[in-house]
């Protein structure tokens, strides 16, 4: 760490930072305390100074998108979370490829693609994130995953160094990639896209939502499916047939509508969710012997219970 860093580090948060920023804000699960830093990053410049600075200083750093698939610890997060949004919201398109930047929310992409009559990207229109988090997560619903559709990714690696990942070498797979292995910041991505008409491709994202409104809690905040999906089973189904349907802790609960969700009724503690999600692993791998790996991403330094 030099002098530089430390007065270059001093700028920022007198400029740019929003120190102790809360993100319950920022989370669909709407639980989470302070981040000591926030960064609402501005361009490419930016996230790879904060990063390099950060690296520098050993500040952990946490990229946020959307917040719909993160659950924060209570005490935040002591380090620096950089938030990429609006400021990363370009969309183009040539032929039947796409390029977004990562803050363009999944459903905008879906969206902007169908008016182009390009078909592969319908059953992204209602996962609540971002195209960030969807490339890092490798979202996917009704049949259809990110994997399928990126030919690459610009990204940055933890140091603030460019990179161009294609689609083979981002080691896809289920709610995996090679983002999350190596801590790699996602800055936006190439699709390819088939021709359709914009009129089928409107009716299946209205059949697609009509059919999440039918079967999931989407009036409670939550962050989606709690659980990955066991090979060749289901998590929800798992949780209902245990009898967990209910399941409170504090305000914290499995959701009567969808087993699969954790819900937060309305004063919930990220603590509340962590004890639920406990009492839900072991109660199925007492019946079932499967342990459920969570598939939201879990922010918590404290030391587990
Ligand atoms: C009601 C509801 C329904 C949902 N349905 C689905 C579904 O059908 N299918 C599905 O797959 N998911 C679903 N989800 C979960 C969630 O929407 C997806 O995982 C989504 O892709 C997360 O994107 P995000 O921008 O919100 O990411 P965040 O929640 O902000 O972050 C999630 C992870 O991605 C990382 N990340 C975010 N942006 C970047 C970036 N630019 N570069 C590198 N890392 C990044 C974060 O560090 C974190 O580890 C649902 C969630 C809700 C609340």
Redesign the pocket.
């Known amino acids: 760490m030099t002098r530089e860093d430390r007065a270059a580090w001093q700028a920022l948060c007198q400029d740019r930072f929003e120190a102790q920023a809360p993100l319950s804000r920022f989370?669909?699960?709407k639980t989470g305390g302070p981040a000591a830093w926030l960064l609402d990053a501005r361009d490419e410049e930016e996230i790879a100074q904060a990063l390099g600075l950060a690296r520098r200083l050993g500040i952990p750093t946490?990229?946020?998108?959307?917040?719909?698939?993160?659950l924060i610890s209570d005490a935040g997060f002591d380090g620096l979370v950089i938030h990429?949004g609006e400021h990363f919201a370009r969309m183009s398109a040539v032929g039947n490829r796409v390029r977004a930047q990562?803050g363009v929310t999944?459903k905008a992409l879906a969206y902007f693609a169908a008016d182009r009559d390009l078909a592969g990207l319908t059953f992204a229109a209602?996962?609540?994130?971002?195209l960030?988090?969807?490339?890092?997560?490798n979202?996917?619903?009704f049949g259809g995953e990110m994997a399928q559709v990126i030919t690459f990714l610009d990204c940055l690696d933890p140091s603030g160094k460019r990179l161009t990942v294609s689609v083979s070498q981002a080691q896809y797979g289920y709610?995996h990639s090679r983002?999350?292995e190596e801590g790699?910041?996602?800055?936006g991505a190439e699709m390819r896209l088939a021709p359709g008409h914009k009129e089928d491709l409107y009716q299946q994202m209205r059949e697609y939502q009509e059919c999440?409104r039918e079967k999931?809690p989407?009036t409670y905040p939550?962050?989606?499916?709690f659980f990955k999906r066991p090979a060749g089973l289901f998590a929800g189904a798992l949780i209902e047939q245990a009898g967990l349907k209910g399941l409170t802790v504090g305000g914290a609960q499995v959701s009567e509508k969808h087993a699969g969700f954790l819900i937060n009724t309305g004063e919930a503690t990220t603590a509340d969710f962590l004890a639920l999600k406990a009492q839900v692993q072991q109660r199925v791998q007492e019946q079932f012997g499967v342990m459920l790996e969570p598939?939201v991403?879990i922010i918590d330094e404290s030391p587990a219970p």
């Open positions: 989370t669909t699960i946490l990229v946020m998108g959307c917040g719909s698939n993160l990429l990562a999944l209602g996962i609540p994130g971002s960030g988090g969807g490339a890092y997560m979202a996917g619903a709610r983002m999350m790699l910041v996602v800055l999440r999931q989407l939550s962050a989606g499916s598939e991403r």
